[in-house]
């Protein structure tokens, strides 16, 4: 398997303009999770998926991001519109928790990120 | 809330020398804990994850501990080298939550 695949890897944009991330999960995952990653905060999760299910949205900094998973393959994360405090890494993350088996998570595999500006 | 601290927050040592990298988190309700590496500019390489059951994992020169109810775990670098050169992060998972929480990283710098 080619790991986590995440694209573009490097996004400049201008402020207000919208901004989509995309990530492909290891296959046979069914967790997928988005990652932010500045100096400031370290690494925040902004949200998850459990089976293409939202779980947890808390960590999505305002209305202006959105995130969607369509099929257990494809997940986006959208900020609309940008702004300059939005620069930072974004990761996406995979794993797979086997149905009624607490604590038998996988290992979480990491993409290489996006490296987003807003200028 | 799960709050995860890394002991130091840099370290440099020269070639060979072994070392210790050290992890806190406040609540022992883990199901899982996890070492990851990031090289400057790079994403998140796994080096080793513990279950909430074990007491320690493998793999090669590294070894990674858990005592979950002092709440620590801490990853033995041996025989260190140029290329272990990287920022090593810790994240738990707990009891009923799938997402990873991190701490801050260590910085490590080996020089030859």
């Known amino acids: 398997d080619a790991g986590v695949i995440q694209s573009p890897r490097h996004e400049v944009t201008e402020m207000g303009q919208e901004v989509t991330l995309r990530c492909k999960p290891i296959s046979g995952h069914n967790s997928l999770f988005w990652y932010r990653q500045t100096m400031m905060r370290g690494l925040e999760l902004l949200i998850y998926f459990n089976n293409n299910v939202p779980i947890d949205d808390s960590g999505m900094p305002e209305d202006r991001f959105s995130a969607k998973m369509p099929n257990a393959s494809f997940s986006t994360l959208k900020i609309q519109p940008s702004e300059p405090r939005d620069s930072a890494v974004y990761f996406c993350a995979s794993s797979f928790r086997q149905r009624g088996m607490r604590g038998n998570d996988t290992e979480a595999f990491f993409g290489q990120g996006t490296r987003l500006t807003v200028v | 809330k799960q709050e995860v601290t890394q002991i130091p927050a840099a370290l440099s040592v020269p070639e060979g020398e072994n070392l210790v990298l050290n992890c806190s988190f406040t609540?022992?309700?883990?199901?899982?804990l996890q070492w990851f590496r990031q090289d400057p500019g790079k994403g998140l390489t796994s080096l080793l994850l513990?279950?909430?059951?074990?007491r320690e994992q493998t793999s090669g020169r590294l070894n990674a501990s858990l005592d979950k109810s002092s709440g620590r775990s801490t990853l033995y670098i041996a025989a260190s080298q140029p290329g272990d050169s990287a920022t090593y992060l810790c994240a738990v998972r707990n009891t009923g939550f799938q997402k990873l929480v991190f701490g801050t990283g260590t910085r490590l710098l080996v020089s030859p």
């Open positions: 609540d022992s309700a883990i199901y899982n």
């Open positions: 513990i279950q909430s059951s074990q």
